[in-house]
């Protein structure tokens, strides 16, 4: 526009101070021409810069819109690294103290199977002039069981312990005293027929549980076996080991068992150090 205005300026000078001949006129018109011609493109050029300007502004504010969703994504991300990694830190040492756990488990119980087979084969070498079908000893889940038949020990329908029946407990009593860390569990076992005896007035339920107190009391009264580490009950005609259908059916669950095994508290103590969840 400053051009446009100058060269008017002067073609209007030169008009008022002399005439100018006819091929001035046509550069000068051809000049101004010119100018008007550069002066439009110039306008469309900062029309097109001004487009340009805008558009760039636009997409410098998506860029920095997406730089902050970026930016607000990666600080959520650490955050939860930071948290993942705290997790694992926490889980890796439960995993840890489980594992300990377990190790010790087994080694206890290692330990317990190692005693549990020393133990039964002291038994047997103890009884084995005994009849198998009268005596049995085996290691079943975590503890040495000694089944004794009933006419070893009784006779029919009575509790009181035969005088015969004072050989082969005093043989198990020296076990249980050799190991005295050892609890011992003492169950009556009947068969399913009714009792026709004046000794017992009552079931099987009596006949069982008073034949497993009279053992406990024979093992605490003439062979010291320290009565704190006994239990003594029956079990009636409820925990069978062969049909009663059968003579010789009802004479195998006929039985009283002698149950070795560790003391409980032992295994509590084992509880009290399991790791915490």
Not at 24 to 40: F, P, R, T, V
Not at 164 to 190: C, F, M, P, R, W
Not at 194 to 211: E, G, I, M, Q
Not at 248 to 273: C, H, Q, Y
């Amino acid at each position: 526009m400053k051009i446009f205005k100058v060269l008017l300026a002067s073609v209007v000078v030169l008009g008022m101070t002399s005439c100018v001949s006819k091929k001035q006129y046509d550069a000068l018109s051809g000049n101004y021409k010119q100018c008007i011609e550069n002066i439009g493109e110039r306008q469309r050029e900062i029309q097109d810069l001004k487009g340009q300007n805008s558009t760039l502004a636009a997409e410098n504010n998506l860029l920095k819109s997406q730089h902050d969703a970026l930016k607000s994504s990666l600080d959520a991300c650490l955050s939860n690294t930071g948290k993942s990694s705290s997790n694992i830190d926490k889980l890796v040492g439960e995993i840890n103290a489980s594992n300990s756990y377990i190790k010790q488990l087994i080694s206890a119980n290692a330990k317990n199977d190692s005693l549990n087979l020393a133990l039964s084969n002291k038994l047997k070498r103890s009884l084995d002039n005994m009849a198998d079908q009268d005596v049995q000893v085996k290691v079943l889940k975590g503890v040495v069981m000694i089944s004794l038949s009933d006419k070893l020990l009784y006779k029919t329908g009575d509790f009181n312990v035969l005088p015969a029946a004072q050989e082969v407990i005093g043989k198990v009593a020296k076990v249980i005293n050799d190991y005295d860390k050892y609890s011992v569990l003492i169950e009556g076992n009947t068969d399913n027929a009714p009792l026709n005896s004046a000794n017992v007035p009552r079931d099987n339920w009596d006949l069982s549980a008073l034949r497993g107190t009279a053992i406990a009391k024979v093992l605490q009264s003439q062979f010291g076996v320290d009565p704190a580490r006994i239990t003594a009950g029956g079990r009636s005609e409820y925990n069978p080991k062969a049909t009663n259908m059968s003579v010789s059916g009802r004479a195998e669950n006929r039985r009283t068992e002698i149950i070795i095994m560790p003391k409980l508290d032992e295994f509590m103590k084992l509880m009290d150090i399991a790791p915490k969840k």
